[in-house]
């Protein structure tokens, strides 16, 4: 049972909760309410999915270092509700976390993320009752969390990875993990405080590089075709139905977003659906047309494959790509958010890096993606972004075909507060940074870092 009384007692203390009907309130105050709403949800899920997901892998973690990493610097208005707002964590069998709850206004119930350790947290909507423990579908094998495949970091070679912690990359940004792979090697390897191999971080964007391997796998098994439509519409007289995979895939399916970036917080902190808010987006221009970065279109993809979900689920194939510490996660109802929601360890992303360098074929001599899969991801075939970075995007991936000091067939998968996976095919290479950089602030300068290990693996 939530201590919802508990709950209020410390919240009015901060004088955040509303007294008044929402009936009553101004359009200002309501979009205040719902902002400690989502600020709510934000904390829930924050605590629940890093402390969580760390235990599941032998790697515990405190409330305060969640707080410390994860829950500052982030987005406005969000940045400065979230801090206030008091969170509960309740614990069932075995001393495994059921769910986070925290309280927002006095005539609600608490925010709730509940966690399953198959699919790590979820949050519930707004107003949701915490539900009862359940493990009867959702519980992982344990014993699937071996030990990880690398080898140990070669000593000598640990300054290549320890130069990433130094404000010469971003005045503020926090690094917390770097792990560096040559020729299938641990070459470099550090991480920050409250961090290590075990300790699972979100991969916010790098997700939908995620998505598009797992795009890649079911077209390997013939099961999906890019060139099929998504899904999307209803009809044959919906223009939508002719948006591709292959459009979703490349940010060009030509639908409305509300925000540069498709900012998708009803889904990540609300408690909404996939269904419900994903895939309904009206078209605005033709489909191939345009380049609009848009976590929906990833999420489309993702609906265009789910199907195959239920034979071999992204726990499975993750697993597969040598990634068994990570957790991709779900909305309430089991629609997975490959767009944004994935946590995942620095040396698994840099497994996802190797597969690729590998051209699809694992470690036992097995291929798991199309043999032109990675020249698939690495074409710049659609419309191209033109933002201030001058990177290009492929499929699901971004490009770094046109920076300065850095091979042309270089791939990056990156996400937001700085998660970055480089992959170098010519050089054989493959570079992470994990980060917990603040909104708005200087960033990580993955470009310069990158011709830095270059300039120091030639030395």
């Known amino acids: 049972m939530i201590r919802t009384t508990m709950f209020a007692a410390a919240l009015a203390t901060t004088g955040l909760l509303f007294t008044v009907p929402a009936a009553a309130q101004s359009q200002a105050d309501l979009n205040a309410r719902y902002d400690r709403a989502l600020a709510a949800g934000y904390k829930a899920m924050f605590l629940c999915s890093a402390i969580a997901n760390a235990e599941l892998f032998g790697a515990p973690r405190s409330i305060g270092s969640v707080e410390s990493w994860e829950l500052t610097g982030i987005q406005a208005p969000l940045h400065g509700i979230v801090e206030a707002l008091p969170a509960m964590i309740e614990r069932g069998a075995d001393d495994v976390i059921d769910f986070v709850s925290v309280l927002f206004a006095n005539d609600m119930l608490p925010r709730v993320a509940m966690h399953r350790p198959d699919r790590g947290c979820s949050i519930l909507p707004i107003g949701a009752q915490a539900p009862e423990p359940d493990t009867e579908i959702f519980l992982r094998n344990a014993a699937r969390f071996g030990a990880f495949a690398l080898e140990p970091a070669v000593p000598e070679n640990g300054v290549l990875a320890e130069a990433g912690f130094g404000p010469i990359y971003g005045a503020d940004a926090r690094t917390t993990a770097v792990v560096i792979l040559r020729e299938g090697k641990l070459i470099g390897e550090a991480y920050g405080s409250d961090h290590g191999p075990n300790v699972p971080q979100r991969t916010w964007s790098v997700a939908k590089s995620i998505a598009a391997t797992l795009v890649g796998a079911a077209v390997?098994?013939?099961?999906?075709?890019?060139?099929?439509?998504a899904g999307l519409g209803e009809g044959e007289r919906d223009p939508r139905?002719?948006?591709?995979?292959?459009?979703?895939?490349?940010?060009?399916?030509?639908?409305?977003?509300?925000?540069?970036?498709?900012?998708?917080?009803?889904?990540y902190y609300g408690g909404a659906t996939v269904d419900e808010v994903a895939v309904d987006w009206p078209l605005i221009t033709e489909p191939g047309s345009t380049y609009r970065y848009a976590n929906n279109d990833t999420l489309a993809a993702m609906q265009a494959i789910e199907h195959t979900f239920s034979d071999l689920p992204p726990s499975a194939l993750l697993?597969?790509?040598?990634?068994?510490?990570?957790?991709?996660?779900?909305?309430?109802q089991g629609n997975y958010i490959l767009s944004s929601q994935v946590w995942s360890t620095a040396r698994d992303l840099a497994q996802l890096g190797q597969l690729h360098l590998d051209d699809g074929i694992l470690p036992d001599g097995t291929r798991i993606l199309p043999e032109d899969w990675v020249e698939y991801v690495s074409t710049p075939s659609g419309p191209q972004p033109n933002g201030?970075?001058?990177?290009?995007?492929?499929?699901?991936?971004?490009?770094l075909n046109n920076s300065e000091g850095i091979p042309a067939d270089t791939i990056l998968a990156a996400g937001n507060r700085g998660q970055f996976i480089v992959v170098i095919p010519s050089r054989d290479l493959v570079i992470v940074r994990r980060g917990e950089d603040p909104a708005g602030g200087s960033g990580f300068d993955i470009e310069a870092f990158t011709r830095d290990v270059l300039g120091a693996l030639d030395e």
């Open 220 to 229: 390997y098994r013939g099961e999906a075709d890019v060139t099929y439509s």
């Open 241 to 267: 139905a002719t948006i591709t995979i292959d459009h979703a895939l490349r940010m060009a399916s030509g639908r409305y977003t509300d925000t540069p970036g498709n900012r998708t917080d009803p889904l």
């Open 388 to 399: 201030a970075s001058g990177w290009g995007y492929g499929a699901g991936w971004w490009l």
């Open 319 to 332: 697993d597969a790509f040598g990634m068994d510490h990570t957790i991709a996660e779900t909305d309430w």
